[in-house]
């Protein structure tokens, strides 16, 4: 069974920095893209870049570009998000999924991140 | 402003049938697949649709996909309460948009 595990929730402060974990499981991970998608308190679903564990080709949405870093440990089968430095607009769902053949099939449970002075 | 359009809500009685639209453009829709992905309140989406009008295993046949030209839509048939969630199309971008982009989300009420 193909199944992809997030890390906890977090609470942040402005200018502290992130790193939040995604374990997939059930599958040859490094054969498939993972995806990370940002969803802010009730909105929509959003791209923010996906990398290929295989070769670690990563792609950014250009909103996302230089904000956070998506990087994997083929040896864990782990795919990870970070920040740098964190700001209250970060707040928000976040969530990583394995891209089928186009598209993502599975999604993992998702992390809520929670940025406060 | 999403990628993909969809109207913000629908809603339907029990046992109706609802069409969910989703409109893009010549990058996406109109040249690549398109998924639907349920999302029940508090949980991750769920794939529901993919490449336009396939079921995953397990997904009731109540729902199907369809796609022309531009634009997607979701329908669902004997409407049950449980149905009740956030629906989002997704599809592949050609442009610096993507590869993944997705509607706005459409609210499902059953009445």
């Known amino acids: 069974e193909v199944q992809l595990v997030q890390s906890g929730a977090e609470v942040k402060k402005p200018g502290e920095s992130l790193k939040m974990s995604c374990k997939g499981s059930?599958?040859?991970?490094?054969?498939?893209?993972i995806g990370w998608v940002r969803q802010m308190p009730g909105k929509g679903l959003e791209w923010m870049g996906t990398?290929?564990?295989?070769?670690?080709?990563?792609r950014y949405s250009p909103s996302f570009q230089g904000q956070v870093t998506i990087s994997a440990d083929n040896s864990i089968s782990t795919a990870y998000l970070q920040w740098s430095s964190l700001k209250a607009s970060d707040t928000a769902i976040y969530y990583c999924a394995r891209q089928g053949a186009w598209l993502p099939d599975y999604w993992g449970q998702g992390t809520l991140v929670t940025v406060s002075s | 402003q999403s990628v993909l359009t969809q109207a913000p809500s629908a809603s339907g009685t029990p046992g109706q049938r609802v069409i969910i639209s989703c409109s893009g453009s010549?990058?996406?829709?109109?040249?690549?697949?398109v998924n639907w992905y349920q999302q029940l309140p508090g949980t991750a989406p769920k794939l529901l649709i993919y490449?336009?009008?396939r079921r995953p295993s397990g997904v009731p046949d109540r729902f199907s996909g369809s796609k022309s030209g531009t634009s997607a839509s979701l329908a669902i048939s004997g409407l049950q309460s449980e149905d009740e969630a956030d629906y989002y199309c997704?599809?592949?971008?050609?442009?610096?948009?993507?590869?993944?982009?997705f509607g706005g989300g459409t609210k499902l009420t059953v009445l």
């Open positions: 997704a599809a592949w971008d050609d442009n610096l948009n993507g590869p993944w982009v």
């Open positions: 010549s990058s996406n829709i109109g040249s690549n697949v």
């Open positions: 990398i290929y564990p295989g070769d670690s080709d990563t």
């Open positions: 059930g599958y040859d991970f490094t054969t498939y893209w």
């Open positions: 490449s336009n009008n």
